[in-house]
DNA sequence: TTTTAATTTGCAGCTATTGCTAGCTAACAA
DNA sequence: TTGTTAGCTAGCAATAGCTGCAAATTAAAA
């Protein structure tokens, strides 16, 4: 997404207030790579302007989102992410820990349909599932002789 | 997932019940391509089994999905859809009707991953999402002069 | 300033799902 | 056939993650 100046120009730019939750919002999102939730966005942006709402925080993502200044990301586990890299990438989720990275794909899936064809592709997303480098060797550390499962690996 | 009666087959050997319950599932289940929802499995077996409890379709649902007879795939909207077809496939998700339809995929995506690596890949997901034939159709005769966006056909 | 329309807040309500548990029953043994 | 019991079902409460609504607030145009 933009940077919070350039994000509060376009805000004017449509005639929308430029609140200070707004302006909070715009920051934390910047260029954070950790793919929160609304909730964990709540807890950090409460430290800064205790009281703002949690209602708030949803309203704005989805304006955002809305905008086309923040992707929303749904790995089927838990709540809804919010990523501010609106670049073509994908993610891959650690099903231990629940932290999404960042995933470039060299190859983009190309597709035959069994039905023989009709349908129009807006997009495509790509969920890699597995472990993290860290939880991965966390359970090697605990028990060495079981192997996680592991069809492929990079 | 595997014909009624082997089910009934693989339950016994596990020492677990069959139920009428667990049947009438078993039944509704195999080869159903719809990808259906807990909820609307709900429907059809009521009419079936008048007093069948949601509890229970949940319950044998979840067994199913953990015994590996069924995929369990969330798209993001909506409940989760079951899938009997446990084979290599993959979604394209109708933004317009909401349909599911299974999609094989000619190439397998790669990746290569931002951080260097590390990840240990259990299974890849990918969702095509766009506008099924029946739709698109509807809207062209609706309006013909307002083209859907369509990155990409098939 | 004043005005006005956008925004925020708080709370109720919703959907999809899981937790709990009393009572029931399939399956096996005798 | 009957008894026993592990395993199952039904029903309801509870939960997470949102969304809808209306009153109070406030940014920003006039």
């Known amino acids: 997404m933009r940077s919070p100046s350039e994000l509060a120009q376009v805000f004017r730019d449509k005639h929308l207030k430029l609140t200070p939750q707004r302006q909070l919002l715009f920051s934390l999102l910047h260029q954070n790579p950790s793919h929160p939730t609304a909730e964990s966005l709540y807890e950090i942006a409460s430290k800064q302007m205790p009281g ?11 304006e955002l989102a809305e905008m086309g200044e923040l992707q929303l990301v749904d790995v089927g586990i838990g709540a809804t992410r919010f990523d501010p890299n609106i670049g073509d990438h994908h993610h891959f989720v650690c099903e231990s820990c629940r932290a999404i990275h960042d995933v470039d794909i060299l190859t983009a899936p190309k597709m035959s349909l069994r ?14 599932r597995g472990r993290c480098n860290r939880c991965n060797h966390k359970q090697q550390v605990r028990s060495p002789g079981s192997q996680a499962k592991n069809k492929a690996s990079n």
């Open 115 to 128: 039905n023989g064809g009709g349908f129009a592709v807006d997009e495509v997303g790509v969920i890699f």
């Open 52 to 62: 703002i709402s949690l209602r708030t925080i949803y309203q704005t993502l989805g």
